[in-house]
């Protein structure tokens, strides 16, 4: 009978095991240098092991990361790694001595065998197209690009704004949603089409903006053969005509003339519309989404803007807040663009520094979330390593407390002055909210009054 002691793994066991293990296995020193790869991964990669110990790890194996895990000392598991030709899952851990210093690091790939994997690889590639195909399809049959997922941010005005759009968006009623230029109007329309009852018919979008008024009718209620000279052959469907069914998104629709705005007003009365040269109208069952970052109520009492008109888009208000209004939101919106543009770009950008994190979230914003984007996509080009740094960013951000005067009320500069010294003394005490009540020379109830009345987490 075999005992205990004899029954225990022996190093040459071991070796064994892990020369052969299912998993790939490769062991790093501090520097990057390969100090133990196994049997099977040294197969695999077809490479003699004696020959790659002592390499280091970028020269043996392709789109590794194990030299950057013993630089930051971060473990990364779970990953998709492309090697030769095949989508691999790496672990990466590292390891430390009783100092808590990074001494190396071991990495494993997870595979089944080489042609299991193979299927396995091909199917997930299939998968991912037939997705892809479907995604692209329904964008082309609905005109549907967005939806509530596409929206990031977690603080509490927009987490309330999220609800609101799941709460509305079956209802047949008008929206006009409200905000400044490059707020995410449209996204916010796209996602109340998708999430309502019309999601499998068209979404159809027009700026009234950005199409010059003589051709504005006919873009919206279209046209019959003949109407006018150089129309098409057959005509032409109008947006009301092509949305028929879904949602009409009209942008920008504070910029539309007086005599457009009768006309449209007639169509949402009455549902039906008349297409230039028609004889007689045509019935539609459109919804209507419409936007603006115009003061629609200022250009009602200066005649600019039809109040039954404005009554009728009205029914349900949405107003949109801008970025300066959740800066908590920032970093979350920070590292999305960073992976959209990343992704698109092919550039390894991981993170952000925090003084490059702190004059983002100090910068006021005025062309909001576009601005955002923009910002940041000429700053993954301009930095260098895999950190979004400070010196990467343009010049107007590194003034970090400026407040543009006369840009708005006198109230709301003060007030936005007021906000960016609270967020700036509180990160200065690591949110210490006595201190910072002191330093502001308030008192406590009173800083917890500004924090909930600025929405700063």
Request: proline letters at 3%; a negative charge.
């Amino acid at each position: 009978m075999m005992g205990i002691k004899d029954s225990l793994l022996t190093s040459e066991m071991m070796d064994t095991i892990i020369a052969n293990a299912f998993e790939w296995i490769v062991v790093v020193n501090h520097q990057g240098d390969i100090i133990y790869i196994n049997d099977s991964y040294c197969s695999f990669l077809e490479v003699d092991y004696k020959t790659v110990i002592g390499r280091h790890v970028t020269e043996v194996i392709e789109n590794t990361r194990m030299h950057l895990v013993v630089q930051t000392g971060k473990e990364e598991m779970a990953d998709l790694q492309y090697i030769r030709g095949n989508y691999m899952i790496a672990n990466r851990v590292p390891i430390f001595n009783e100092e808590k210093e990074v001494i190396g690091a071991y990495g494993t790939v997870i595979f089944r065998d080489t042609s299991e994997w193979d299927k396995m690889n091909s199917h997930v590639k299939s998968m991912l197209g037939r997705i892809r195909n479907y995604l692209q399809e329904y964008e082309q049959q609905t005109g549907v690009k967005y939806t509530l997922e596409d929206i990031i941010g977690n603080s509490n005005v927009m987490k309330t704004l999220k609800e609101k759009v799941k709460h509305i968006a079956a209802s047949e009623v008008s929206i006009l949603i409200r905000g400044e230029s490059g707020t995410g109007k449209e996204l916010f329309a796209h996602s109340l089409h998708q999430l309502s009852n019309r999601s499998q018919m068209p979404f159809i979008k027009i700026n009234c903006a950005a199409i010059p008024e003589h051709l504005l009718e006919s873009e919206l209620f279209g046209y019959e053969e003949g109407a006018f000279t150089g129309a098409k052959k057959g005509g032409k469907k109008g947006k009301f005509l092509l949305a028929d069914g879904g949602t009409l998104f009209l942008d920008e629709i504070g910029d539309m003339s007086l005599p457009m705005q009768i006309k449209l007003l007639r169509v949402l009365q009455e549902g039906e519309v008349e297409p230039v040269g028609a004889i007689k109208p045509i019935q539609v069952n459109v919804r209507v989404i419409a936007a603006t970052n115009r003061p629609l109520e200022k250009m009602m009492e200066e005649k600019r803007f039809r109040e039954d008109l404005y009554y009728r888009i009205h029914v349900i208000p949405f107003h949109i807040p801008s970025l300066r209004e959740r800066t908590e939101d920032i970093p979350q919106l920070v590292e999305h663009f960073i992976q959209k543009i990343c992704m698109r770009t092919g550039r390894r950008i991981t993170s952000v520094t925090p003084d490059a994190l702190l004059a983002l979230s100090r910068y006021r914003w005025p062309g909001n979330i576009r601005e955002l984007e923009n910002v940041i996509q000429a700053a993954v080009h301009f930095s260098t390593g895999e950190k979004l740094i400070h010196e990467a960013l343009p010049d107007y951000l590194t003034d970090t407390f400026s407040i543009p005067l006369g840009s708005k009320p006198l109230k709301e500069t003060l007030e936005d002055a007021e906000k960016q010294a609270i967020i700036q003394t509180l990160e200065k005490f690591h949110h210490d909210k006595l201190e910072v009540a002191k330093q502001l020379g308030i008192s406590k109830s009173s800083l917890y009054e500004k924090i909930k009345k600025y929405h700063i987490s």
